[in-house]
Nanobody, 125 residues
């Protein structure tokens, strides 16, 4: 499966962005999909993910209440709505997918099989 992330940009603190991740090569139905991010000089960290069934969504504490994950299976696309952005949200955001990952491993970067190329989000203060 190939993943294409887009929607990044430069915004001011308090503004919003919506990231998209389009999959090709296989359907995302039945696959877990997640978002990770990597800030300059830091390791890649978990942001949010949806379980394989789509019935549950996990968020990191740093984005809970501000970011919302959603799916559009008809478009084979997932979204990350990011509201009230903060300078510390500045990072390259990556989407990931996996057809067999278990729920307890969603926040584990090493557990995901497929990755997109990343989209840059920059939040100025």
């Amino acid at each position: 499966v190939q993943l294409q992330a887009s929607g990044g940009g430069v915004v001011q603190a308090g503004e919003s962005l919506r990231l998209s991740c389009v999959a090709s090569g296989r359907t995302l139905r039945g696959a877990a999909v997640g978002w990770f991010r990597q800030a300059p000089g830091k390791e890649r960290e978990f942001v949010a993910a949806s379980t394989r069934t789509g019935g549950g969504t996990l968020y990191s504490n740093s984005v809970k209440g501000r970011f919302t994950f959603s799916r559009d299976n008809a478009k084979n696309t997932v979204y990350l709505q990011m509201n009230n952005l903060k300078p510390e949200d500045t990072a390259v955001y990556y989407c990931a997918a996996d057809g067999s990952i278990i729920s307890s491993s969603l926040s584990n970067e090493g557990a995901w099989d497929y990755w997109g190329q990343g989209t840059q989000v920059t939040v100025s203060s």
